[in-house]
């Protein structure tokens, strides 16, 4: 497995530090919907100390939605992410798991455009279920950007089956030939940082948000539900990034009061897989719970579809946003 956790990354510490805190509970939104401490990160670290076995951490370990939020707010900077995918490396195949296994075959895997670009776009399974708006996504990379079409990758890391290296040798290299490589697929920043370190890559939101025409288009009643995945694959550059947005437009954002970002979807690995879905409900009613709100702008599609389907807002894309700005 070619990663797991960023070689730079703080969070380095493994299980047998977890000192029981509980400061990863709150915002986890695995633990907020089900409310069952087994299927939060310290319930997973509690049981490990206790000498579980990965076997009796089964369905705790396919909850999981890797959102990032709980690893800054640990003090014992566990690599709790990680600590999901090398578990889940471990577990019996499931039919999606091994559906993925046989799909990451090189043959099977289709072929990413090869000649080089000034942008590249890498939109995850969310932007591609989108058309409409992986169009609007490119035209606003500009002429001659394309896009790639490695979900199979994506999902891989998420769930800990191996990658072939052959994989890797098809997806990687039309993407380090880019000058920007900007990414939809958040689940995917920390991954290709590590292994293209010297590319300039960007995620989807925090890119398009960072023009001032898409900021001076948002205001107070604006919900902006920032991608969680990206955000926390970045965390302390993120939060200086979007505390100023907040600053110079008063929008509301789905952080809390550590600045950890909570998503809207709950969009986990058994769901990724087409296995057992959760419900959002509770969770997109708790994130807009006395807010004043007018208008929601997401960042990924899975919050988008799932506040869409839970709320009676109207609720659009950055892409949109951005697309409405450009004219
Ligand atoms: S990555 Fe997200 S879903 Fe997984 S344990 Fe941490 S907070 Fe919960
Ligand atoms: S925040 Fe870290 S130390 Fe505290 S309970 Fe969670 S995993 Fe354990």
Redesign the pocket.
């Known amino acids: 497995m070619p990663i797991v956790t960023r070689p730079d990354s703080t969070y380095r510490a493994d299980y047998a530090a977890c000192s029981g805190c509980t400061l990863?509970v709150p915002?986890?939104?695995?633990?907020r919907q089900t409310r069952d401490l087994r299927?939060?990160?310290e319930g997973?670290c509690k049981a490990l100390q206790h000498g579980a076995a990965v076997a009796d951490l089964v369905h705790s370990l396919e909850?999981?939605?890797?959102?990032?939020?709980?690893?800054p707010v640990c003090p014992e900077n566990i690599a709790?992410?990680g600590m999901?995918r090398n578990l889940r490396a471990q577990l019996p195949d499931s039919p999606g798991r091994a559906d993925l296994r046989a799909r990451l075959q090189p043959a099977d895997i289709p072929k990413n455009p090869t000649a080089s670009h000034e942008a590249i776009l890498v939109p995850g399974a969310g932007l591609r279920s989108k058309p409409e708006l992986l169009g609007l996504a490119l035209k606003l990379l500009g002429e001659g950007s394309s896009s790639t079409t490695n979900d199979d990758v994506s999902l891989a890391l998420d769930t800990g089956v191996e990658i072939p290296p052959s994989v890797l040798d098809e997806f990687l290299p039309p993407l380090s030939a880019a000058r920007h490589i900007v990414v939809a697929d958040g689940g995917l920043v920390a991954p290709l940082r590590t292994w293209l370190p010297k590319a300039r890559i960007s995620p989807l939101g925090a890119w398009l948000i960072a023009r001032p025409e898409c900021r001076a288009a948002i205001g107070a009643t604006d919900f902006y539900v920032i991608d969680?995945r990206a955000y926390h694959a970045d965390y302390e550059r993120m939060v200086l990034h979007y505390h100023r947005l907040r600053e110079e437009r008063g929008v509301q954002l789905n952080l809390d009061l550590q600045r950890i970002a909570i998503?809207a979807n709950?969009q986990?690995q058994s769901q990724r897989l087409g296995e057992t879905p959760l419900d959002n409900a509770a969770h997109v009613s708790w994130l807009l719970k006395g807010r004043k709100v007018n208008r929601v702008i997401t960042e990924t599609i899975e919050d988008l579809v799932a506040i869409r389907h839970h709320s009676l807002l109207p609720v659009i894309h950055i892409t949109e946003l951005a697309a409405m700005q450009a004219h």
């Open positions: 990863c915002v986890c939104p695995v633990w299927m939060s990160p997973r909850t999981c939605t890797l959102c990032g939020a709980c690893e709790l992410m999901v969680t998503p709950a986990n």
